[in-house]
């Protein structure tokens, strides 16, 4: 973290909604200078932070251009802590899916992700100190059957948060992968899965994951499942056959008027 002299600097992305928002609460709860990206508004978001010392940009990290505009916005100051927060969803059968937002899906939540990481992650290592939070999911766990390249891409950022604090773990830098369930935010409607089982159903609200990931990397821990049931659900993952988990994703992303088939 900075000096007693500096006030720290958090960079937060997809931070306009949802957990990335919350993040943003409990940073500026604790004093920190925020950077907050997103590819939406923060019209609202800005009214929940009044009095926080805030920045924000507009930035579409699916593109080389928009993590380079975001990189360039942070400038030389010293980075405490990022969130690389931003991602989103698709529902539906792959083959039935629009291309042109798999590839999106997969440039936000993976290239663009991975960009940003190692620009940052360069800085926290020349600087021996930092804290990066990757928002992973309990998804990774699981064959994502309707919503499969998502599942694919959080599976990825779960299985690489733990080899980057490897790579770190001698630098002063930590990395924590926040692994959260069921959420409630715009993720569903982004994603057109408000008529499946999973969409429609309950979720857990932003604030209670957003909390529990930002003290987990606040202590440095390498992943954190808030809340019994998701933590419960995780130890039950690693032993269910990957066929029985992909039926059960299925159950729940279906949409309701699906007739489509599977085996």
């Not at 500026?28 to 940009?57: C, E, K, S, Y």
């Not at 991975?114 to 309990?138: A, H």
């Not at 130890?235 to 056959?241: E, F, G, K, R």
């Not at 994703?249 to 699906?258: E, F, T, V």
């Amino acid at each position: 973290m900075s000096t007693a002299s500096q006030v720290p600097f958090a960079v937060i992305t997809g931070a306009s909604s949802g957990i990335g928002l919350e993040l943003a609460k409990l940073a500026a709860a604790d004093g920190f200078t925020l950077l907050l990206a997103a590819d939406r508004p923060f019209d609202h978001a800005l009214a929940d932070l009044a009095g926080a010392l805030v920045d924000t940009i507009n930035v579409d990290l699916s593109t080389a251009e928009g993590v380079a505009a975001l990189d360039e916005r942070i400038g030389g100051r010293r980075i405490d802590v990022l969130c690389a927060n931003a991602g989103h969803g698709l529902g539906q059968g792959f083959l039935d899916q629009d291309f042109v937002a798999v590839r999106n899906l997969i440039e936000t939540n993976v290239v663009g992700t991975l960009d940003l990481l190692q620009r940052v992650g360069r800085r926290m290592r020349d600087q021996r100190g930092g804290r990066i939070l990757i928002t992973g999911s309990i998804a990774g766990l699981i064959p994502g059957a309707y919503q499969a390249a998502y599942n694919a891409s959080k599976a990825f950022l779960d299985n690489f948060s733990y080899a980057l604090r490897n790579e770190l773990q001698d630098t002063g830098v930590s990395v924590t992968c926040l692994m959260p369930g069921l959420t409630e935010s715009d993720f569903w409607e982004r994603a057109d899965t408000t008529d499946t089982p999973a969409g429609s159903g309950g979720k857990d609200p932003p604030d209670a994951p957003a909390r529990a990931g930002w003290e987990a990397m606040k202590t440095g821990a390498a992943q954190v499942s808030p809340g019994w049931l998701n933590t419960l659900q995780r130890a039950i993952l690693h032993i269910v056959p990957d066929r029985a988990k992909a039926e059960m994703n299925a159950r729940m992303m279906r949409p309701n008027d699906s007739e489509a088939t599977h085996g």
